[in-house]
Structures are given as C-alpha cells and as structure tokens.
C-alpha cells in the first residue's frame, strides 16, 4: 500500500477540545488524522458528580471514541498513553513502545487533580476526573451508609454519616447539594437502623467564599442555598492533615470516615513533555493562534493551555475547550494551504454550577446573572445539548426527569467491597464455615482507591 502523501495531523486526548478538532478536520479531504487516547470513550466530565452520587450511569455521560468519529473516513483513533515527544523527529511515543510520526500536533491532554504537595492525601480523598473516579466516590459513600446500618456504636455511626468535602469549586458545590439530596429524599426508607437525615455534610474551601470566580453576589446565593440544604460550609479554612478517620483543620478535627476531594487541579504532565516553559500548574503559555514558540506546527488547546484575554485568563471550562479545539483545528488547516493561522477569541456563553433540585448559579453571556429556578433551567438545556450522541441525550433527559418526580437514585450499585477485593487477591480456597450466623466483618477505613489517569 502506497503511503498518503496528505499531511498527518495528530491530536493528543479526545475530551472537549480534542474532540472538536477532530470534527473539524475529519471533513476535511486535505488531512489524513489520527487521535491519542489513554482510553476508549469522550467523557461529559461535568455531569461526573452525578455519576457519582448514583443519578446517572457511567454509559449515559460517555461514548466510544471510535463511535463519536465513525464516519470521518480520513480519521482513525489508537488507545494508548503518550510518553514522549520527540520534537525535532516529529514522533511520539507510547508507554507500550509503540510510535506515530505527526505533521502537524495538537495537544488537548487536559489537566488532573492536585493535591498541593501532599500525594498521600490522594488514597483517603479520590478526586472527580474520570469514570473511575466517580464510581470510587459513588462506592464509597453508598458503603458509608451501608456500614452506619450495621454499626452499634454511636460515635462510629456518626463517623459513617459524615462526609467532608474539600473545595468550595463547582465540583464541591454540586457534590454537596446532590449528598444532601441522597441523605435526605432518597435514602430515608430504605434503612431500618440510621435516619439518613442524621448525615452531616460539611463543604470546605480556603478561601472567603464559595465558587471564587463566579460574582459575588452569586456566591453568597451559593452558600444560603447549600446551608438551605443543611450542609455545614467552612470558608476561609485550609486542610492539614487527611486519614482514614477524617480531616484536620489546624487544631480542629472533623471525624469522618468518607473524604472527598475537589479542592484544585494541575495540568497534565505532557505540557513538560514538550520542552517549553509551564506556568506553576503546569500550563503551557501559548502564542494568540495557540501553537507554542518556535514551533508552529504544535498546537496546545484546553485545559493545558494558558489563555489570557482582555488581561483575564480564560476560564478551564468545556466551552473554552471547544472554542479552542475549533480554532487549533481551523488553523492547521488554514497552514496546510499556505495561510497564516489566527488568533483564538473566546466567546464567554456563561458558567452555571447546580446546587440541587431547581436550584443552580451562574451567569449567561457574562452579562447576565442567574440564580434559583430559572438558572436550573438554564442549567439542565445547555449540558443536555452538549452531551455527545442522542442516545445519550435521551437517556439523561429521561433519568432526570423520573429522578425530578420520584427522588429516587436509579444506579445506587456497590460494585467493590473491601471483603470482595481481599477474598479476590487471596490464593487460599474458600473455606466451608460451620452452620449458624457468620460473624459479621470488623469495620474498615476507605480502602484505596482505582488510580485515574490524567483526564482531558
């Protein structure tokens, strides 16, 4: 077979803005493409915390990457992890050993959580960056109510009933609101021995308020609405010290035996990768066309990229990404003919964050600001138009909607206890126990947690 002369154009990470450039340039006849991933599906990454609070399935925010680009004839899709690039030979390389000449190269590896200098931190908190993430969230709060059902000491059953989350951000704002919802509408029938409502959900940030770059009079809206919802807000409050048993705030101490993280995240290590300089979270500083210096055959798009405008830096959000990937792609292309790329704009459509149950926060168009019931709506309307797929906009809307008039959690699943994972990795058979009541198993810590690869 003889080799396509068109140029290659490989983009590294298929979420938001890896995703669109790909759009763009798979109905393109110019360019032959092919898209690096570590895994095999587009993530709706802001719907992840209602995977994790058991209101969706994981198959409802995702979808196979092959499936989403299945008709660009010019395009085809490698599941592997980037290692290396090699700039001066215009190749990467793969962890598995493998590699891929590129033409052109559009970096959209996006960035994962940190936890400012303290990795140990990382086992006792999962963060909320992939499916594995949520799904280790969802099991370990269903597990904590599961265990305060069984426990007869008071002071442990308080401890299972209480869930601290770090990080007054959308992620932690929304984590809280949909906890509250669980605790107190759809969990209270289904036990015999707790009162759900007994769960005591504390958020906290370190800084005055919640949703530092919402408007302020949006954040406080926030912050009276989650206290509405019961939950304990602690702002201006860093956390020192994270274990199986809970949180240390100085010289205070919240008991808990569930932690989640949501406090920060660090772009992905790939920026390094490329040799040029990165700002403190790992960003790349990238020229207005969003190719990096000396190298304008390199673009770098999304949450790895730095973006400033009108002096501001451009918000990490899904939109950004999207409007980034399109310009990238616009541009390559513009290069393949022998046209000067141009300047990326950023069109600010708005930044919502969902509190719970007809209640979110957010501003349209930047102009505009939402609070209550009508920025809910808001709310719901955008994130169903922007989920990949139809199926997948159809089955959201229908959850949603039984969810609205019923309160129930439709993928309340334990898929992994820690008995299950010991008896799994033991080499022994399992024994016969003599007849009657089986001893019931000794109270455990939050077990590790699935280790999530950097998201996009």
Same mark, same amino acid.
């Given at each position: 077979?003889?080799?396509?002369?068109?140029?290659?154009?490989?983009?590294?990470?298929?979420?938001?803005?890896?995703?669109?450039?790909?759009?763009?340039?798979?109905?393109?006849?110019?360019?032959? *493409?092919?898209? =690096? %991933? @570590?895994?095999?599906?587009? /993530?709706?990454?802001?719907?992840?915390?209602? #995977?994790?609070?058991?209101? &969706?399935?994981?198959?409802?925010?995702?979808?196979?990457?092959?499936?989403?680009?299945?008709?660009?004839?010019?395009?085809?899709?490698?599941?592997?992890? *980037?290692?290396? =690039? %090699? @700039?001066?030979?215009?190749? /990467?390389?793969?962890?598995?050993?493998?590699? #891929?000449?590129?033409?052109? &190269?559009?970096?959209?590896?996006?960035?994962?959580?940190?936890?400012?200098?303290?990795?140990?931190?990382?086992?006792?908190?999962?963060?909320?960056?992939?499916?594995?993430?949520?799904?280790?969230?969802?099991?370990?709060v269903l597990f904590a109510f599961e265990e305060a059902e069984r426990e007869e000491d008071e002071v442990r059953r308080r401890e299972w009933l209480t869930f601290v989350i770090i990080g007054g951000g959308p992620t932690g704002v929304e984590l809280a609101g949909s906890l509250s919802?669980?605790?107190?509408?759809?969990?209270?029938?289904?036990?015999?021995?707790?009162?759900?409502?007994?769960?005591?959900?504390?958020?906290?940030?370190?800084?005055?308020?919640?949703?530092?770059?919402?408007?302020?009079?949006?954040?406080?809206?926030?912050?009276?609405?989650?206290?509405?919802?019961?939950?304990?807000?602690?702002?201006?409050?860093?956390?020192?010290?994270?274990?199986?048993?809970?949180?240390?705030?100085?010289?205070?101490?919240?008991?808990?035996?569930?932690?989640?993280?949501?406090?920060?995240?660090?772009?992905?290590?790939?920026?390094?990768?490329?040799?040029?300089?990165?700002?403190?979270?790992?960003?790349?500083?990238?020229?207005?066309?969003?190719?990096?210096?000396?190298?304008?055959?390199?673009?770098?798009?999304?949450?790895?990229?730095?973006?400033?405008?009108?002096?501001?830096?451009?918000p990490g959000i899904a939109p950004a990404a999207m409007q980034m990937g399109r310009t990238a792609a616009r541009n390559v292309l513009r290069r393949v003919h022998g046209e000067p790329g141009q300047p990326f704009r950023y069109l600010d459509k708005g930044i919502f964050a969902v509190?719970?149950?007809?209640?979110?926060?957010?501003?349209?168009?930047?102009?505009?600001?939402?609070?209550?019931?009508?920025?809910?709506?808001?709310?719901?309307?955008?994130?169903?138009?922007?989920?990949?797929?139809?199926?997948s906009r159809i089955a959201v809307l229908f959850t949603w909607f039984y969810s609205y008039l019923t309160w129930r959690r439709i993928a309340r699943l334990i898929t992994f206890t820690p008995w299950l994972r010991q008896r799994e990795s033991a080499t022994a058979p399992v024994r016969?126990?003599?007849?009657?009541?089986?001893?019931?198993?000794?109270?455990?810590?939050?077990?590790?947690?699935?280790?999530?690869?950097?998201?996009?």
């Amino acid at each position: 077979m003889e080799p396509d002369p068109r140029p290659h154009v490989v983009i590294i990470g298929a979420g938001f803005a890896g995703l669109e450039a790909a759009k763009i340039l798979g109905r393109s006849d110019d360019v032959r *493409v092919t898209v =690096v %991933d @570590r895994r095999n599906h587009h /993530l709706f990454q802001p719907l992840l915390y209602q #995977v994790a609070t058991a209101a &969706l399935d994981p198959s409802d925010i995702a979808s196979p990457i092959r499936v989403v680009l299945r008709r660009h004839r010019n395009t085809e899709v490698i599941l592997a992890e *980037v290692s290396a =690039v %090699d @700039r001066s030979a215009r190749t /990467l390389h793969f962890a598995d050993g493998g590699s #891929v000449r590129y033409d052109h &190269l559009i970096v959209a590896s996006g960035a994962q959580d940190t936890y400012f200098g303290h990795p140990e931190w990382e086992s006792q908190a999962p963060g909320l960056k992939s499916l594995e993430d949520a799904l280790e969230v969802r099991r370990r709060v269903l597990f904590a109510f599961e265990e305060a059902e069984r426990e007869e000491d008071e002071v442990r059953r308080r401890e299972w009933l209480t869930f601290v989350i770090i990080g007054g951000g959308p992620t932690g704002v929304e984590l809280a609101g949909s906890l509250s919802e669980i605790a107190h509408r759809a969990l209270p029938r289904d036990f015999r021995h707790i009162n759900t409502h007994d769960a005591r959900i504390v958020l906290i940030e370190g800084q005055s308020r919640l949703l530092p770059t919402y408007p302020e009079d949006l954040s406080e809206a926030a912050r009276r609405a989650l206290q509405k919802l019961q939950i304990d807000v602690r702002l201006g409050q860093r956390v020192s010290g994270i274990d199986a048993e809970g949180v240390t705030l100085g010289d205070q101490r919240i008991q808990a035996r569930t932690v989640l993280w949501g406090a920060g995240v660090t772009a992905s290590p790939l920026g390094k990768a490329l040799g040029v300089p990165v700002d403190r979270t790992g960003r790349v500083a990238v020229r207005p066309d969003l190719t990096i210096d000396d190298d304008p055959r390199i673009s770098v798009v999304g949450d790895l990229a730095a973006v400033t405008q009108d002096g501001k830096p451009v918000p990490g959000i899904a939109p950004a990404a999207m409007q980034m990937g399109r310009t990238a792609a616009r541009n390559v292309l513009r290069r393949v003919h022998g046209e000067p790329g141009q300047p990326f704009r950023y069109l600010d459509k708005g930044i919502f964050a969902v509190i719970g149950r007809g209640s979110a926060v957010g501003t349209l168009f930047a102009r505009w600001d939402l609070s209550g019931v009508v920025a809910w709506f808001v709310w719901v309307s955008v994130h169903l138009m922007y989920l990949v797929g139809f199926r997948s906009r159809i089955a959201v809307l229908f959850t949603w909607f039984y969810s609205y008039l019923t309160w129930r959690r439709i993928a309340r699943l334990i898929t992994f206890t820690p008995w299950l994972r010991q008896r799994e990795s033991a080499t022994a058979p399992v024994r016969a126990l003599p007849s009657g009541p089986a001893p019931r198993p000794a109270p455990t810590g939050a077990p590790a947690p699935l280790h999530a690869a950097p998201e996009r």
